[in-house]
C-alpha cells in the first residue's frame, strides 16, 4: 500500500485548546497547557508514526496582533504552519463565532484540506452543538466539521481518521524511529517551567518570562537540572522569588514533580531569576531565546 505523510498544522485564535488536542492526538504531553492566552510561543512538531503513514502535528501560537517584537516571532512560526501545511485544522470553540477570515481564505487558496474542528463541546448541550456546526458548515460548505472536547478526549479518533483519510501520499518525512519531536528535551524541560510560571503568577509576569535550561546532568541517583528565569524588571523577579523566597520554592516544586514524571527520574532541579530588560522587544535577545525572525 502506498505510504501516507505530511504535515497537519493545527491553528486557531489563543486559548481555544490547540495545545490540549494536540497532547490528546500524540497521547503525549508535547505542549503545555494554561487557562491564560498565549501560552504556546513557538511551533511545536509532534510525529506519530503507523506502518503506513506517518503524521507531522504541528501545534503553534494562538494568532495575535502583534504589540510586541515576541508576538512577531510567535507569528512567524503561525506562518511557517500556513505554508508547509498539507491539511490544515483549524480550530475554535463553542464559545467563538468568528473565523480569522484572512488564515481561512488563505486554506481556501492553498487548496489544501480543511478540517475544522469546533472544541469544548462540554461546555454547551448537544443542540447548541448541532447549532454551532450547522452555522459553520454555512460559511465553509467544503470545510469536515468535527465537533470535540479535547479536554474529555471526545471525539479525537474521529479527527485522527479525518487526518489519516485526507494525508497525501509521500515517503515519510522524518526517519520513522522513535523520535516524537524535533525539539530537545531541554526545551520541554524549559516548557514545563514555564506552565508553572503561567500557572502561579498573575498579569504580566508570566507574559514576561522566559525560561533556559543551563544544565542537565544525569548522576546514578538523580538528575540534576539548572535553569534560569529571565524576567524584564526587577519587581517582576521580586515577584517571583517572594517573600524569602516562598514563590520560587513553591515554583521549583510544581515543576521538578512534572519533570520527574517527563523524563521518568528523580530531579534535583535548581532555579534561579535574572533581569533581562525588555528582551520581549529586543530582537538579539529574543534570537538568544531560540526565536526567529
Ligand atoms: N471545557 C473545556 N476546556 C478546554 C478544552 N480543551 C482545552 N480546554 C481549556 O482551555 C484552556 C486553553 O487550552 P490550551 O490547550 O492551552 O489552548 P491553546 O489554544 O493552546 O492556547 P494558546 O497556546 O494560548 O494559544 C485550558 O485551560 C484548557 O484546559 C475542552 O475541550 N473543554
Ligand atoms: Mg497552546
Do not use: C
Not at 223 to 230: C, K
Amino acid at each position: 500500500m502506498a505510504h501516507k505523510s505530511g504535515f497537519v498544522n493545527i491553528i486557531g485564535h489563543p486559548n481555544v485548546g490547540k495545545s490540549t488536542l494536540m497532547n490528546q492526538l500524540m497521547g503525549e504531553r508535547m505542549s503545555i497547557i494554561t487557562p491564560k492566552a498565549q501560552t504556546t510561543r513557538h511551533r511545536i512538531l509532534g510525529i506519530m508514526n503507523g506502518e503506513d503513514y506517518q503524521i507531522v502535528y504541528s501545534d503553534t501560537p494562538g494568532i495575535v496582533q502583534p504589540h510586541y517584537k515576541l508576538h512577531e516571532s510567535m507569528m512567524k512560526f503561525v506562518q511557517s504552519a500556513m505554508q508547509d501545511a498539507d491539511v490544515f485544522v483549524y480550530l475554535t470553540e463553542v464559545g467563538e463565532n468568528k473565523f480569522e477570515e484572512e488564515v481561512i481564505e488563505k486554506i481556501k487558496l492553498s487548496g489544501k484540506p480543511l478540517i475544522f474542528v469546533i472544541n469544548k463541546v462540554d461546555l454547551v448541550t448537544p443542540e447548541e452543538v448541532q447549532i454551532k456546526i450547522a452555522g459553520w458548515q454555512e460559511q465553509l460548505p467544503d470545510a469536515h466539521i468535527i465537533p470535540i472536547s479535547a479536554k474529555l478526549n471526545f471525539n479525537i479518533e474521529k479527527v485522527v481518521q479525518e487526518v489519516i483519510d485526507q494525508l497525501p501520499e509521500n515517503p515519510p518525512y522524518f526517519p520513522k524511529d522513535d523520535e516524537l519531536s524535533d525539539r530537545p528535551l531541554r526545551f520541554f524541560i524549559s516548557e514545563i517551567i514555564r506552565e508553572k510560571i503561567f500557572l502561579q503568577f498573575q498579569k504580566e509576569v508570566p507574559y514576561s518570562a522566559e525560561v533556559v535550561v543551563d544544565g542537565y546532568r544525569e548522576d546514578p541517583k538523580i538528575t540534576v537540572i539548572t535553569a534560569t528565569i529571565y524576567v524584564e524588571r526587577e519587581t517582576q523577579k521580586a515577584i517571583i522569588l517572594g517573600h524569602q523566597g516562598a514563590a520560587i520554592k513553591k515554583l521549583g516544586t510544581a515543576a521538578r514533580k512534572d519533570i520527574e514524571k517527563f523524563i521518568d527520574a528523580r530531579v534535583y532541579l535548581e532555579l534561579s531569576v535574572k533581569v533581562s530588560d525588555d528582551w520581549r522587544s529586543d530582537e538579539l535577545k529574543l534570537k538568544r531565546f531560540g526565536y526567529e525572525f
